[in-house]
């Protein structure tokens, strides 16, 4: 067996791929559908939607299959998203990259496979795949409609980041923040560990984008974001709410915890500010508030509270 290689991208892959927050989330019809039409238009008994995380592949969508997620070492979709033509194995068995597979030799005993690879923002993520447990072959028409299926898929994905990212910096934005951060709150009441929810908002900003200009008001507010999302957890959810307005839900952190937190971003934001030699000082206030399920029945409350609070800290630097 051949463990899959490493795609040349794969920091940048990963991070497009967990900017969309789709990983571990529930079954979808809309994607459902479309492993189902596989199924029937290529006669198979597993037809997949999978994406290739960091060392998993999880399944969006499965038919045929139990098991939510396999290992990327023994993955096949681990090695079609290595090419961007769709990867057809005839008969695995007589391949040496499979021949051995666990996932060959042992159920669900796959012996075809084809899967044609995701791409979103320039990034292969993972595959609409199918296969069999008995060889076959596979023309050049089922690979053009294999392609078709895919690039339904691909356009679902893309929906999703358009839906719930900010255009600028790429980030969250409110819609995505506040599904996330809801089931975030719940997943807190339910296992019993807190979050704390930190608003941000730059100082002056308005200064910067009269006396600057907005081309480098944007360019902040870009650089910004991208410093945040690097700074923190997968765990934890970044978002831009509107304007200089920023949000973080920290998981497993308590107020202190979250404050303690923000004075290491500040300095972190003061040693990007000194190597970029940026034009401008760049500051934020905040705005802190520890979830209390018996105070916050919602996330909109828990904004509002860290809205009033991050004024209070905005006004006391004046």
């Not at 339904?152 to 506040?178: C, K």
């Not at 807190?188 to 979050?195: A, E, K, M, Q």
């Not at 909109?300 to 800290?313: G, I, K, P, R, T």
Request: glycine share 4%; charged share 25%.
């Amino acid at each position: 067996m051949k463990q899959p290689d490493i795609p040349f991208n794969e920091i940048n892959r990963l991070e497009v791929l967990h900017s969309l927050r789709i990983l571990d989330t529930p079954a979808e019809e809309r994607f459902d559908r479309l492993t189902r039409m596989a199924k029937r238009m290529f006669n198979v008994p597993i037809a997949l939607v999978t994406l290739v995380d960091e060392n998993r592949q999880w399944f969006k969508s499965s038919i045929g299959i139990e098991a939510t997620e396999a290992s990327r070492d023994i993955s096949f979709c681990g090695h079609a998203i290595l090419d961007s033509e769709v990867l057809v194995v005839p008969s695995a068995s007589n391949d040496h990259r499979f021949v051995d597979n666990p996932l060959v030799i042992e159920e669900p005993n796959v012996e075809f496979y084809a899967g044609c690879p995701l791409v979103v923002g320039g990034y292969r993520l993972g595959t609409l795949c199918i296969a069999d447990n008995h060889t076959r072959d596979f023309d050049d028409q089922d690979i053009a409609a294999l392609k078709d299926l895919a690039a339904t898929v691909e356009h679902e994905l893309s929906a999703l980041q358009m839906a719930t990212h900010d255009e600028l910096t790429g980030i969250l934005n409110r819609r995505g923040f506040i599904s996330l951060a809801q089931n975030s709150l719940t997943l807190s009441v339910r296992n019993g560990f807190t979050c704390t929810l930190v608003y941000l908002d730059l100082d002056d900003f308005k200064v910067i984008n009269d006396s600057l200009g907005h081309a480098v008001g944007d360019k902040i507010l870009h650089s910004f974001a991208a410093l945040l999302n690097r700074s923190f957890r997968d765990s934890d959810i970044v978002a831009r709410l509107a304007g200089d307005e920023f949000v973080l839900l920290l998981s497993n952190a308590s107020q202190r915890d979250a404050q303690k937190i923000m004075v290491n971003f500040k300095q972190s934001l003061s040693d990007y500010l000194q190597q970029n030699e940026m034009r401008c000082n760049v500051s934020f206030s905040t705005g802190f508030v520890e979830f209390d399920p018996n105070k916050h029945s919602s996330i909109d409350l828990l904004l509002s509270e860290a809205d009033q609070q991050m004024y209070v800290c905005k006004g006391a630097k004046r």
